[in-house]
C-alpha cells in the first residue's frame, strides 16, 4: 500500500512504504497473470488491445523507464524492450489497431527475465536512489514512483476486464480462487431494492484538487475549482440489469429515436443486440463473469457502453449526470460542506464501503454497502461499477502535463472519451480519491462501467 501520509503533501519519503507497495502491486499483477492458461498469452480478447504477452512486458518497462531511465537517468537494460513495451493503444476501431499489431512477440521467458531484472533495479533505486528532489520535474515530491505504481494498480484494472473476454477453458479458476480476493461473490439470485430518487438543492460542488493536497495525483486532477450546481433528481441506486432488461424487452436496441447517430451507427455496424457483458444460451440471459456463467443476476448494476447508457437515458426520459453533478451527489451535503469520500472521512475500506479493491471479480446486487452510501443516501457512488457522466474528458483550469508521463490525458482530450467517476470491483483503493478521473471512448462496451439517471 502506498505510505500513510498519501492523503496530504509528505514532508519526506517513506522508502520502506514505498518499496512494499511496489513489491506487494508486482506480486498482485503476478497473481493475475497466473489466472492465464499458458498457450493463451499471445491471444487478444480484445481486438482493440494487444495480447495478453504485451502487458507482461509493459508494466516493468513502464516503471523502469519512468524511475530510473528518466527520473534518475540511468542507462538501459534492454532498448529493443524499453521502447517495444514502452506504451499501449487506444485506437479508434479494429482497423486501426491491426495497423498497430507486432507480427512476433519475445519469448516469454525472455520477457520474465528482464521484468526480474527491471523489478530489482526498481527496488534499489526506491531503496538507495534519490527519489525525492525538490523542484526535479520527475522526482519532486516522489512522483515517478507514484506514476509508475499507479500506473500498474490501473493496468491490474484493465488485465481484468481484458481476461473477462478470454475464453473460460483458458483461465486458471483455481489459481484465481486461491488468489488475493477477498470475500465472495454475492448471490446472484438477489432482489434488488427498489428504485428510488434523491432530490438535491443546488449549491457548489468542487472538482479536482491542488497539488499540495495530495501526495500524488493525475495531471488531469489539478487544478481544483468550484461549479454551481442547480438542483437536479438523481438515482438512488445504478440502473440495475433487470431495469435495463426492460428497456431491451421494448425494442430499444431497435429503436434509432433513442441513440445518437454515432451510437446507432456503431450498434448496427457491430450487430450490437444487449450488453456485453450479457450472454443468451437455450432462450435464457446469463451474465458473462470472469470465470463462469451465472443466470442474469437482476440486482446487479448493468455494464454498459457510454451509448448505450445514453439511449437507456433517453428512453426513460432522463439523462447522465455531469461531473459536476456525480461530485455533488457523491461529496456534498446538506450543510454545505464537502466531504473526502461519498461516507465521510474515514478512508476506504472494500469491507464496509463498497466493491473495489479486488474484493469480488464481478458486481454484487446494489446498495449492498449501506455505510458507503453519500449523506444524500445516494448508495454505490464508489464500486461495484465505475459510473458514466455526459461530460466530455477534458483539462481542468490550470492544467499542465505530467513530466513523469506527458501524453498521459494530453492525448485525449480530443472529444471522443467521457468521464467517468466511482470505482469498480478491479479498482484499487488507491485509487479511490474524489479528484480521480477515469474515461473511455462513447463506443468501447469492455470496461466495469454502469450508471444512473438524472432527472431530463
Known sequence: MPPAESAAAP?????????????????????????????????????????????????????????????????????????????????????????????????????????????????????????????????????????????????????????????????????????????????????????????IPAGRATLGAERDEVAFGWDNEFGSFQAHVPAFDINVYDVTNGEYHEFIDAGGYDTPEWWTPEGWQWRVEHEVRHPLFWERHDGRWFWRGLFDLVPLPSAWPVYVSHVEASAYARWKGKRLPTEAEFHRAAFGTPSGEERPFPWGAEPPDAAVHGNFDFANWDPVPVGSYPQGASAWGVHDLVGNGWEWTSSVFGPFPGFAPLPSYPEYSADF????????????????????????????????????????????
Open 11 to 199: 514532508s519526506a519519503v517513506d522508502r520502506r512504504a514505498l518499496a512494499d507497495w511496489f513489491q506487494c502491486t508486482r506480486a498482485r499483477s503476478q497473481q493475475i497473470f497466473n489466472f492465464v492458461s499458458p498457450d493463451a498469452f499471445l491471444s487478444r480478447p480484445i481486438p482493440l488491445r494487444h495480447p495478453i504477452v504485451f502487458y507482461e512486458g509493459h508494466l516493468p518497462v513502464f516503471s523502469f523507464n519512468t524511475i530510473v531511465r528518466r527520473a534518475l537517468g540511468q542507462p538501459g537494460i534492454n532498448a529493443e524492450f524499453e521502447q517495444l513495451f514502452a506504451r499501449g493503444i487506444d485506437p479508434e476501431d479494429e482497423a486501426a489497431a491491426a495497423k498497430r499489431g507486432i507480427a512476433t512477440w519475445p519469448a516469454r521467458q525472455a520477457i520474465a527475465d528482464y521484468a526480474a531484472a527491471a523489478d530489482r533495479a526498481v527496488s534499489h533505486a526506491i531503496a538507495t536512489a534519490d527519489i525525492e528532489l525538490d523542484g526535479h520535474p520527475l522526482l519532486n515530491r516522489a512522483q515517478a514512483v507514484y506514476a509508475a505504481i499507479e500506473h500498474e494498480v490501473m493496468h491490474q484494472e484493465t488485465l481484468l476486464y481484458i481476461l473477462h473476454r478470454l475464453p473460460f477453458e483458458q483461465k486458471r479458476h483455481r489459481a484465481a480462487r486461491l488468489g488475493f480476493v477477498r470475500g465472495a461473490r454475492a448471490d446472484a439470485g438477489s432482489a434488488a431494492p427498489r428504485p428510488g430518487t434523491v432530490s
Open 413 to 456: 482530450f480530443d472529444n471522443q472519451h467521457y468521464v467517468m467517476k466511482g470505482a469498480s470491483p478491479g479498482t484499487a483503493r488507491e485509487l479511490v480519491r474524489r479528484s480521480f478521473r477515469n474515461w473511455f471512448r462513447a463506443q468501447y462496451p469492455y470496461v466495469y462501467a454502469t450508471f444512473r439517471l438524472v432527472g431530463a
